[in-house]
């Protein structure tokens, strides 16, 4: 039985729906609230819109140290001693050699999509995150909403991220500031 490329996506995303709506709840156009995060859609100075996936003192990936995604290969949790803001979020380092790194070149180690789960944004969703289940693909930190999600993202990773990356300047007009 030979199905369509239509029915296969209608048949993946109503098969979907259910996973995504277990533990995401509804978030009725407004961003996800996680335990002690905020969405923030902030203004930025160029007058371009946000939208960033922060805890309720503005600090991005959960306190986590972006470099160290690349650098350790993971989630490695950052010290306030060492902080930099950059685009209306905060981020924390494990030490003075990757705050200095992220300074030289901030927009290498962002996350990508505001630090919201990519594959929640190739479905055109902001879905909460687990920084554990973070991964760095094709040089770009992605943070997923948690190791199942990362997985059925990584069954097709380029055309996942095309869709992300297809999805997020809606999300950005619709839901930042």
């Known amino acids: ?3 369509s490329t239509r029915r296969l996506l209608t048949c ?3 098969c979907l729906l259910p996973f995504l709506a277990q533990g995401s709840g509804s978030y009725g156009g407004r961003a996800p609230r996680t335990k002690g995060a905020r969405a923030a859609a902030a203004a930025h100075p160029s007058g371009e819109r946000t939208l960033l996936n922060l805890d309720r003192k503005g600090v991005a990936l959960q306190g986590h140290d972006p470099v160290a995604f690349f650098t350790d290969g993971g989630p490695v ?3 306030p001693q060492f902080q930099a803001e950059h685009g209306g979020a ?3 380092f494990a030490n003075r ?25 190739a479905m055109g969703k902001l879905l909460k995150v687990d920084v554990a289940a973070s991964q760095v693909v094709n040089g770009r930190l992605l943070a997923q909403k948690d190791a199942k999600v990362r997985d059925m993202f990584n069954q097709d990773p ?12 809606g999300l950005l007009a619709r839901k930042g500031r």
């Not at 380029?158 to 300047?169: C, I, M, R, S, V």
């Open 77 to 79: 949790k950052g010290d």
């Open 1 to 3: 039985m030979k199905l």
């Open 12 to 14: 993946g995303l109503v």
């Open 97 to 121: 050699a990757h705050l200095e790194t992220f300074q030289a070149s901030p927009a290498q180690y962002i996350p990508q999509f505001g630090g919201f789960c990519a594959m929640g944004v």
């Open 90 to 92: 905060i981020y924390h």
């Open 158 to 169: 380029e055309g996942n991220l095309q869709k992300a990356d297809a999805q997020w300047p």
